[in-house]
């Protein structure tokens, strides 16, 4: 009596261990919180690569091609299965061994990733159309430095020109007041002493639509509010000089073109993201040898002001193991350092400034991940 006692505790014991490997629990949840930060970070390092990729392809006269990754979908398949049994006889030996059992689990993830390349008439736009001021200036608002915003997507501020791409070498363009310009709006800025101000038609409806049924047009306003400042003050009179503005001018509205249409506007040619990321891959370091072979042209040195870079790109035979982005190009590697902030910003603006690009009304990146 004692050993049947004995032995149905151990049955009991392991049919529970049977019934737990054999249930059914879910395995999303326990996966959406872990992959949906992992996944968001991979898209993100992918996208930084690409956008590396395509600057360096350009030094070379290689066309840049983008890929945009529509669709993520993290599958996963969990198996288990089980198989027992009990035999039982009194009184010949311990209950232990006469119980038998195997049992199995597998699990497996199978994600699909979707990518869709940019091509024809989305290209054209993405790519190639000039980027309007109206939407580029108001980047400024959210605390991005406005001279390394113009210096990435103007080509010239009215009648003062920016370094061109396609121009390396000599007669590389550039004035020396355009970067003074610059810096002098960003001092501005940096003691709120400028600022930008959007306003649309005056004629809107409410439903978003003016009178004659097309959608209000947006405007920016460069706005130098009145200051106590005598230095601040010095520096708005230096900035309304450059910008051919009379001398009380408080507001003056952006529009894009070479010159303004009337009095009291600034105008800004602004560039394509194909410019942006020439201008970026004209100012890469790049092998002597590649510059000697013509396989491309040399770099463009620094104009008037500056010293650098926008983003300074290296290249060599090795990236550094904590390099912020890396490619390799035809046996060559080259990256933008982890411990240099201004490049990196200038970089993030670029990917930024190529996302406002897009004017495909296709959908973003869509990552699905089962939850049960």
């Given at each position: ?45 992918a ?21 945009d ?88 501020i ?75 003050s ?11 503005l ?7 509205e ?20 194909l ?33 650098r ?56 990146t ?7």
């Amino acid at each position: 009596m004692p050993i049947f006692s004995f032995s149905f505790r151990k049955i009991f014991v392991f049919g529970l261990g049977v019934v737990s490997l054999s249930g059914c629990a879910p395995l999303g949840p326990s996966q959406l919180a872990r992959d949906e930060l992992d996944y968001s970070r991979a898209l993100g390092e992918a996208e930084k690569r690409q956008m590396l990729l395509n600057i360096v392809r350009l030094r070379y006269a290689d066309p840049p091609t983008f890929l945009d990754t529509t669709q993520v979908i993290a599958g996963y398949q969990l198996q288990r299965n089980v198989s027992g049994g009990f035999y039982g006889y009194p009184g010949n030996g311990g209950v232990g061994s006469y119980l038998f059992g195997t049992g199995g689990m597998q699990t497996q993830e199978n994600p699909t990733f979707t990518y869709q390349p940019v091509t024809g008439e989305q290209y054209a736009e993405n790519i190639v159309r000039p980027i309007s001021p109206v939407v580029l200036i108001p980047l400024s608002l959210g605390g991005l430095p406005i001279d390394m915003l113009l210096r990435l997507t103007a080509q010239s501020i009215g009648n003062l020109s920016n370094v061109r791409a396609l121009g390396s070498g000599q007669g590389t363009g550039g004035s020396i007041k355009f970067y003074l310009l610059l810096r002098d709006l960003r001092a501005l800025q940096f003691a709120g002493a400028l600022t930008i101000r959007l306003s649309t038609d005056g004629n809107a409806l409410g439903n978003g639509k003016n009178q004659k049924g097309a959608s209000p047009v947006e405007h920016a306003f460069l706005v130098l509010p009145h200051t106590s400042d005598k230095a601040l003050s010095v520096l708005q009179v230096a900035v309304r000089q450059m910008l051919h503005l009379a001398p009380n001018t408080e507001e003056a509205e952006i529009v894009y073109g070479p010159y303004p249409k009337k009095m009291g506007q600034i105008a800004i040619l602004t560039r394509s993201m194909l410019a942006v990321l020439s201008q970026l891959a004209y100012q890469m370091e790049v092998p002597q040898k590649d510059i000697d072979s013509d396989s491309t042209h040399p770099t463009i040195e620094p104009a008037g002001i500056e010293t650098r870079p926008d983003v300074a790109i290296h290249c060599g035979k090795r990236p550094p193991e904590d390099s912020y982005a890396a490619v390799e190009y035809h046996g060559t590697w080259f990256w933008i350092d982890s411990n240099d902030f201004r490049s990196k910003l200038a970089f993030t603006m670029v990917q930024v400034l190529s996302a406002l690009a897009a004017t495909s009304h296709t959908p973003g990146t869509v990552i699905t991940i089962p939850a049960g």
